[in-house]
């Protein structure tokens, strides 16, 4: 067989290992319907794809909605703190689901800072004596959901309104049309593909979310896969959800590159003029400004102002100590996890340079980051369950001794869910750098006779190593923020910061919550400014 003819072994061992979940869980459902058990399905899934289904097109509606006349505002014209708002905007992308929707229950709730203001201003003494809508409830989740979701349709199309050229525009100025008519009727279909595919990111991290759903009582198919697993242990009916999340998550990850692929088309079409922004003048200026700092202040400024307040209110040795504590395995994990991802990411982006078959074959493997963490969670348990009774079988015949659960009770499930999860994200970063920087340094390493492992430490790797810290930055972040993955797979004792915000948000203690829950949001930051200095790089 010629070099030309072989198979991609190593892509599809990628494939196969990120898959690997995602295949038991299938084969898992069809046993449990092969079987019979089909109840869960009958009485559980229609529910649960209502009360989704809801919730991702009511996120999708407002994230939609805000995120377009943002971009739209910030691109088109002038008005106070612009600038500001420019990359501002961006930053509640650093606020986990999870962790807006216990800030907005404190902060909204009975005992909150608003309805105590209010019965000060009134003199009421309980619930009986004023109305105050309830928070935790549908609409509630979905204004919570929005309000940091909104920066995946802001960026989207914000990038597609810097790309496109003003000419439309102004065409449709001296035609006669005022702002809105231009806007309506040129800004809104042009800017369809990039709409599309910022809400189509949203609705994921609505079917990925399992903190939020779960504190607003809403039964969410994640939700409701946890619940099964956990307080009914079983498998096979939550493998027939986790199948239908998979399926719904293909068809939103069709809709995003049918999208993608008329976004370039449009772009690519135009002579890529900036638009000429006009200055807002009078009411118009002062609501563009308020439109935005409202944006701005339900997105960042009312999560962290509560998790601030409630963290520094009242400062307690124990909380302190806990947060401490989390923070050692939390740090542990992530640090793991982003140089085993990293280094898997490096491996993928060369293969991918191998030719069609090897690059198809590691865009598959990267999905894993479409697919929820519970998912991905659920559909390891039984496999490396499974290698672990092997594994003893195995010892104890050899030596008489049983390693235990070495596999499915420690940290390398976690760190392999992980690797599943988050390779797109160290794979894409690492594949833009090897494409930017192209291939003539290693063709001169190679002229001066280095080849195998010293053309990789003395070329390769140091002339990547800006995109390799990025990557690993990026990683050990998401890492830091991810809840399902982790509270199914943690060893047993083990706590890191996001398992513990949600333990303790759950009974109901938030001020003992509040202390890590910040600590998850300055990690999250880091992405947000190093996304903005991007940006602006590219910008100049």
């Given amino acids: 067989m010629g070099r030309g003819t072989r198979l991609p072994l190593l892509p599809l061992l990628l494939v196969g290992l990120a898959g690997l979940p995602i295949l038991w869980l299938g084969w898992s459902a069809l046993a449990s319907l092969s079987g019979g058990s089909n109840g869960l399905a009958a009485t559980m899934l229609p529910t649960a794809l209502r009360e989704t289904g809801t919730l991702m097109v009511s996120v999708g509606l407002l994230t939609g909605t ?31 689901t999870y962790l807006a929707a216990y800030a907005y229950v404190e902060f909204l709730g009975f005992t909150g800072p608003l309805q105590t203001g209010l019965r000060a201003i009134n003199g009421a003494t309980s619930l009986r004596d004023y109305w105050f809508p309830d928070i935790r409830s549908p609409w509630g989740a979905v204004l919570v959901l929005s309000s940091v979701l909104y920066p995946y349709v802001y960026v989207a199309c914000r990038g597609f309104f810097l790309m496109q050229s003003a000419s439309l525009n102004i065409a449709a100025r001296t035609l006669g049309a005022g702002g809105m008519r231009t806007f309506f009727t040129v800004t809104l279909p042009l800017s369809r593909p990039a709409l599309v595919v910022g809400v189509t990111l949203a609705m994921m991290e609505v079917v990925n979310d399992l903190g939020a759903v779960q504190y607003f009582g ?8 946890y619940s099964t697993w956990i307080n009914r242990s079983d498998f096979g009916g939550a493998a027939q959800l986790a199948v239908t999340v998979v399926l719904v998550i293909g068809l939103l990850i069709m809709a995003e590159q049918r999208a993608r692929r008329d976004r370039v088309y449009l ?18 200026r002062w609501a563009a400004f308020g439109f935005c700092l409202v944006l701005l202040a339900f997105g960042f400024g009312i999560p962290v102002g509560q998790l601030s307040y409630s963290a520094f209110r009242l400062v307690l040795p124990e909380t302190i100590s806990m947060t401490i504590a989390a923070l050692i395995p939390t740090v542990t994990l992530a640090s793991l996890g982003a140089v085993i991802t990293v280094a898997i990411g490096l491996v993928a982006a060369k293969l991918a340079r191998r030719g069609r078959v090897s690059g198809s074959a590691i865009r598959l493997a990267t999905l894993g980051y479409a697919i929820p963490g519970t998912v991905l969670a659920l559909g390891l348990l039984q496999p490396l ?6 594994f003893n079988r195995m010892t104890m015949a050899l030596m008489d001794w049983r390693p235990g659960l070495i596999l499915s009770g420690s940290m390398a499930a976690l760190l392999y869910v992980y690797a599943i999860r988050f390779l797109a994200v160290s ?30 430490l003395k070329v390769d790797l140091p002339t990547l190593m800006p995109a390799i810290l990025s990557a690993a930055t990026l ?16 060893p047993l004792g083990v706590d890191t ?7 303790r948000a759950n009974v109901g203690l938030f001020a003992q919550a509040a202390l890590p829950a910040l600590v998850i949001v300055l990690a999250g930051l880091i992405p947000v400014i190093l996304a903005t200095r991007l940006g602006d790089r590219r910008k100049v």
């Fill in 385 to 390: 369950g499974q290698a672990d009774l092997w």
């Fill in 218 to 225: 809403i039964n969410a198919i994640t939700a409701i896969i």
């Fill in 267 to 284: 772009a690519s079409r135009d002579n890529r003029v900036p638009p000429a922004r006009e200055n807002l003048t009078g009411g118009r």
């Fill in 427 to 456: 794979h894409s970063t690492l594949d833009a750098a090897m494409k930017k920087r192209g291939d003539s340094m290693l063709d001169a390493g190679r002229v001066l006779g280095e080849s195998g492992v010293g053309l990789l």
């Fill in 66 to 96: 805000v995120g377009l006349v943002a971009a739209w505002l910030v691109t088109h014209y002038e008005f106070p703190l612009r600038r500001v708002f420019d990359w501002a905007l961006v930053v509640p992308l650093a606020v986990p």
């Fill in 475 to 490: 990683v050990f972040v998401e890492i830091v923020k991810e809840l399902p993955a982790t509270l199914l797979l943690r």
């Fill in 497 to 503: 910061l996001a398992t513990l915000v949600y333990s």
